[in-house]
């Protein structure tokens, strides 16, 4: 599946870009379902930083999904390869459910747009549970799509989200 997504912040490229990078931790916080993102790792060569944050959700799960899915699987790892000479980073999820049977890739490209910067979100997002230990064969119609909507329910919103809270964030930093 598909999933793309645009939002204008209203400040410089470079500022939106950097900020984005460098201080997801410090803003992320203001998004709603948000608990913590957790820089686990962070490695820069040149013009390439690679960064391993861990987002934690507190969001509730719905009571169809909770015999799958457990409070501690409400994390996700985003790997994300930011290239400042492209002003765009790649990214992958991993999540903590179901990892090798779901994949989430992407891009983040910031485009300057007269006296500020267009973000532009686009990636595929792929669900294969086939081979989940736990559920039945004759349940996967049903639960697959349950489980599904429900990681692109945390994950999509946030895109657009992270963006709306960084220019709130921009904008407190004067």
């Given amino acids: 599946m598909k999933f793309h997504s645009e939002s204008r912040i209203a400040h410089g490229r470079d500022k939106v870009y950097t900020a984005y990078r460098d201080r997801l931790s ?3 916080t203001r998004i709603d379902d948000i608990e913590a993102v957790n820089v686990l790792s962070r490695e820069e060569q040149g013009d390439v930083t690679r960064i391993h944050n861990e987002w934690v959700s507190d969001r509730e799960i719905p009571s169809v ?3 799958f899915l457990k409070p501690e699987h409400l994390r996700w790892d985003d790997l994300a390869v930011w290239n400042d000479g492209d002003h765009q980073v790649r990214f ?4 903590r459910v179901f990892p090798d049977a779901v994949k989430c890739t992407g891009t983040n490209t910031f485009i300057e747009d007269g006296d500020g910067t267009r ?20 349940l ?11 990681i692109v329910s945390l994950i999509t919103p946030n895109l657009t989200n992270t963006n709306t809270a960084l220019g709130d964030y921009l904008d407190a930093q004067g």
């Fill in 26 to 28: 410090d803003f992320a």
């Fill in 119 to 138: 973000v532009v979100l686009e990636g595929d997002f792929e669900v294969d549970l086939k081979n989940v230990p736990g559920i039945p064969r004759f």
């Fill in 65 to 67: 999904a909770r015999k």
């Fill in 92 to 95: 992958e999820i991993k999540t």
């Fill in 140 to 150: 996967r119609g049903t639960i697959v799509p349950q489980i599904e909507k429900f």
